[in-house]
T-cell receptor, first 113, second 115 residues
């Protein structure tokens, strides 16, 4: 079946603008995760949902970052008042349950000018 | 806090040869999972292999196998009969067991395959 999809694949924005990144998980996957990956580094955890409930947001760097998954399927990661340091690849992953292997989407490359 | 260390920033291997990528981790947990993910130039993240800590037998997936040394907290990846398509960044990752959710990744090892 179809894998995890993310949109947009590339986003260029100006400092101070808000951005919304979308993740569409594999159908039927209960758990959804957001990670951020700087160039040349491994992904770092941001937040995690089980169904529509945000179970862990300990990795969100500050209150400009928020995420939702209102119907337990598609998720949106929103960054308000973007800053240049927010530039990175933002990855979404999903798994059938919390204990299963996570499958990653292609990522959204965000560039803040 | 859990940490994952990949001490080899870059490795090279001749096509058809065997290469081993190193990974160590630090945890006080007894129940956890370990993973190797591959990131080719396309920057996709592709699962290569998974190991449950409670299993003594090393996981194997075709040309990919692991050497899991629980006491030493070591989890190396062996790639046999290397192919040009194996060239990628490889990430080792750790996840706590039953109630774990997030993956903790190492910094990655770039693998170059020479023809």
């Amino acid at each position: 079946g179809a894998g995890v999809s993310q949109s947009p694949r590339y986003k260029v924005t100006k400092r101070g603008q808000d951005v919304a990144l979308r993740c569409d998980p594999i159908s039927g996957h209960v758990s959804l995760y957001w990670y951020r990956q700087a160039l040349g580094q491994g992904p770092e955890f941001l937040t995690y949902f089980n169904y529509e409930a945000q179970q862990d947001k300990s990795g969100l760097p500050n209150d400009r970052f928020s995420a939702e998954r209102p119907e337990g399927s598609i998720s949106t990661l929103t960054i308000q008042r973007t800053e240049q340091r927010d530039s990175a690849m933002y990855r979404c992953a999903s798994s059938p349950t919390v204990t299963d292997t996570q499958y990653f989407g292609p990522g959204t490359r965000l560039t803040v000018l | 806090a859990q940490t994952v260390t990949q001490s080899q920033p870059e490795m090279s291997v001749q096509e058809a040869e065997t290469v081993t990528l190193s990974c160590t981790y630090d945890t006080s947990e007894s129940d956890y999972y370990l993973f190797w993910y591959k990131q080719p130039p396309s920057r996709q993240m592709i699962l290569v292999i998974r190991q449950e800590a409670y299993k003594q037998q090393n996981a194997t997936e075709n040309r990919f196998s692991v050497n899991f040394q629980k006491a030493a907290k070591s989890f190396s990846l062996k790639i046999s009969d290397s192919q040009l398509g194996d060239a990628a960044m490889y990430f080792c990752a750790y996840r706590i067991g039953e109630y774990g959710n997030k993956l903790v990744f190492g910094a990655g090892t770039i693998l170059r395959v020479k023809s």
